[in-house]
């Protein structure tokens, strides 16, 4: 029988990362919200990679057809993860805006312990998903990097509803300006 202390909590995070991504990502940005102290010179170029971020997420999140069929338009023409380019625009952004010494090297090292695993771990499942047709895009289509592929369609199928439907996007992207106005009022 597994312990359900500590231990338990430790191996979970070595091996099962996935798990805690999300919620990590999520306590960092809250953190730096409510422990920030901005000044003008970081807060404002922060608030302008942090938009850039939510303008990624709702862009890829539109695009989703989660295991259903392989997202090669929009943002999947130019990297196979734009969700997590959103996400690390995002951290950045926050880092920024906040003013706190520390945000940075936290999120670096979040970045660290969980994007490589997932990245990983979420190629493998596409490639078991969908073959030939993920191998293929993956030869042309960088993990994080945007690149350009001629002939593709950058616009694509996007749709609110599924941006909405996939993972509430859009409420998503109305509680992190709300989070960039937060810091705003404590310049």
Not at 3 to 30: C, E, N, P, T, V
Not at 69 to 78: Q, V
Not at 145 to 166: A, D, E, T, V
Request: with cysteine; hydrophobic share 45%; glycine share 10%.
């Amino acid at each position: 029988m597994k312990s359900l202390g500590l231990q338990k909590l430790l191996h979970d995070i070595q091996h099962k990362r996935d798990r805690y991504r999300q919620f990590i990502g999520i306590s960092f940005l809250l953190l730096v919200t409510v422990a920030g102290s901005p000044t003008s010179s970081l807060y404002w170029p922060g608030l302008l990679v942090a938009i850039a971020g939510i303008a990624v997420r709702l862009w890829a999140s539109g695009h989703i057809k989660k295991d259903k069929e392989l997202a090669t338009d929009g943002p999947y023409m130019f990297v196979r993860h734009p969700l997590y380019v959103g996400n690390i625009l995002l951290g950045v952004g926050f880092s920024m805006a906040c003013g706190l010494w520390w945000g940075f090297p936290l999120f670096v090292g979040i970045l660290l312990a969980f994007y490589p695993q997932a990245i990983k771990s979420e190629d493998e499942k596409l490639r078991q998903l969908f073959t030939d047709q993920w191998e293929s895009w993956r030869k042309h289509t960088w993990a994080l990097i945007p690149r350009y592929q001629p002939g593709g369609n950058p616009g694509g199928s996007w749709s609110f509803y599924q941006s909405l439907r996939q993972n509430g996007e859009p409420i998503i992207a109305l509680v992190l300006l709300a989070c960039l106005y937060y810091l705003y009022l404590k310049l």
